[in-house]
């Protein structure tokens, strides 16, 4: 089974939702038979990549809040990360463009590394002092803390067009199957589970999802249902 996951680094419930999907992962009998793929999506994708600012302000800005509702706010995400066991700095974090991240994930996939890198990138964004936006040089570190190559992690980086259609591909599918926000959750293609929902949710979903698997049918085409093949014991041999 496959579980495709659409996120942005930016995405606090993203975070969130990661570590609990993840625990119900852990308990669930077939984990070992779920391939989990990470999906790119942009909560301001029309940003530059070196407008940065202040997260209250942003949320100032953006939700017509007053700084002190975005402060409350802000506490109430650290109380939500801290139940999962994540570290969450409430102050000094700053907002901006997340793209090149999301370029260089789809690297690391290719990697096998891909969920590696998603935790450091969360972690640096919302728990480290050091910003992780228009910072390329941030970015290659925390891609070889992943175990990826840092003059690949870096060439990545300084051209704009590599994987920028993967990105962008993620993007209009997370769009045709009505994902509005993040994080969101398709299991099989077949099940949408939308936001951080709660371990015992997620655990419910993997388990209707694979329970409703649809197991594979036989089409058969002329009229020899057992025709030629090779298995593991080689290759029948055609008699004359």
């Known amino acids: 089974m496959r579980v495709e996951i659409w996120s942005d680094i930016a995405c606090p419930w993203c975070y969130v939702g990661k570590a609990r999907f993840e625990k119900a992962l852990s308990a669930f009998p ?29 949320l100032t800005r953006k939700y017509g809040m007053s700084e002190e509702q975005a402060q409350a706010g802000e506490e109430n995400l650290a ?29 690391a996939r290719e990697q096998g590394r891909q969920s590696e890198l998603l935790d450091l990138l969360y972690r640096a964004n919302f728990a480290e002092e050091r910003s992780v936006f228009n910072d390329d040089e941030r970015l290659v570190g925390l891609a070889v803390d992943a175990g990826l190559d840092a003059d ?24 045709q199957l009505g994902a509005r926000g993040v994080p969101f959750f398709v299991l099989d293609r077949s099940y949408g589970v939308s936001g951080a929902q709660p371990v015992e949710v997620f655990g419910r979903a993997l388990t209707q999802a694979w329970g ?18 090779c298995g593991p014991d080689g290759c029948e041999i055609p008699q004359r």
């Open 152 to 175: 690949a992690a870096r060439k990545v980086l300084a051209d704009p067009e590599a994987y920028a259609a993967e990105v962008r591909e993620d993007e209009r599918e997370a769009a």
């Open 212 to 229: 409703d698997r649809t197991p594979l049918r036989s089409v058969v085409v002329g009229d020899d249902a057992d025709a030629a093949a």
């Open 79 to 107: 109380a939500q990360a801290a139940a999962e066991g994540l570290p969450y700095r409430t102050r000094d974090r700053d907002h901006g463009n997340t793209f090149d991240m999301h370029r260089l994930l789809h690297h």
């Open 30 to 58: 077939h984990r070992d038979e779920v391939e989990v793929v990470h999906r790119s999506f942009e909560l301001d994708p029309g940003r530059a990549k070196d407008d940065i600012e202040p997260v209250l302000t942003m």
